[in-house]
């Protein structure tokens, strides 16, 4: 699986767009973008995958670059209920049988 | 649609002891799995199943086996509890369909072994 590297934490205003980057250079051809959360105390929740068109969904949008290297996540309007880990995971669905979900992005929704 | 659900939420154990963590899922999902997650380490897998009555060991098998009888459940036993199995314990399952990437967890199994 490719590695991924995002901001250890963003803050982002309630009612405004939280935009979560995640770099992945050396992403394949073969390998899909994933993004969960994890919400304090509760499982991860998945949110959106996509491979090279950008996606949406009825909680978030994904935008991937042309050249395939970065992504961003998209919540149009943060609520504070949205104030989880993000994690960007990077893989080919015949990759390994766990998901790898490193450090993640810690995002703290403001009122 | 419950989901994926475990009992318990919270659990004491003594070194030794032994205990079996339930996980159902209610989604006829073939893909089960077992990870565990410690501060600072994130998620690792222990153990998973592609199907009933195929498992197999993940990252961290060591301490742990499962068994999957019947598609809605996969329960992790914990042979002799030690002090480092002390861990938040998530169970996942996914479907065929949808792909094993797309993993819905429950909501978690709080371990501390003394």
Same mark, same amino acid.
């Given at each position: 699986d490719a590695k991924t590297t995002q901001p250890p934490s963003m803050d982002c205003a309630e009612g405004r767009a939280a935009n979560l980057p995640c770099n992945h250079s050396t992403i394949s051809g073969n390998e899909y973008v994933y993004w969960y959360r994890q919400i304090h105390?509760?499982?991860?929740?998945?949110?959106?995958?996509?491979?090279?068109?950008?996606?949406?969904n009825e909680m978030a949008s994904l935008i991937i670059t042309e050249d395939r290297k970065s992504s961003t996540l998209i919540l149009p309007h943060a609520t504070l209920r949205d104030t989880a880990v993000y994690y960007c995971i990077v893989r080919a669905k015949t990759g390994a049988n766990n998901l790898f979900f490193g450090t993640g992005t810690r995002l703290t929704v403001i009122p | 649609n419950a989901g994926v659900t475990q009992t318990p939420k919270f659990q004491v154990l003594k070194t030794g002891q032994s205990m079996t963590l339930q996980c159902a899922q209610? &989604?006829?999902?073939?893909? &089960?799995?077992?990870? $565990?997650?410690?501060?600072? &380490?994130?998620? $690792?897998?222990?153990?998973?199943?592609?199907? *009933?009555?195929?498992?197999?060991?993940?990252?961290?098998?060591n301490g742990y086996n499962v068994s999957r009888s019947t598609t809605e459940?996969?329960?992790? $036993?914990?042979?002799? *509890? *030690?002090? +480092?199995?002390? +861990?938040?314990?998530f169970c996942a399952s996914s479907s065929q369909s949808e792909g094993r990437d797309t993993q819905y967890f429950g909501p978690g199994t709080r371990l501390t072994v003394l």
């Open positions: 105390s509760q499982g991860p929740q998945y949110i959106i995958h996509g491979l090279k068109n950008n996606e949406t | 209610d &989604m006829n999902h073939e893909y &089960m799995s077992w990870y $565990r997650q410690d501060p600072g &380490m994130g998620l $690792r897998l222990i153990h998973y199943s592609v199907g *009933a009555g195929i498992t197999d060991q993940g990252e961290v098998p459940d996969f329960p992790l $036993r914990l042979l002799s *509890a *030690a002090p +480092s199995q002390t +861990s938040v314990y």
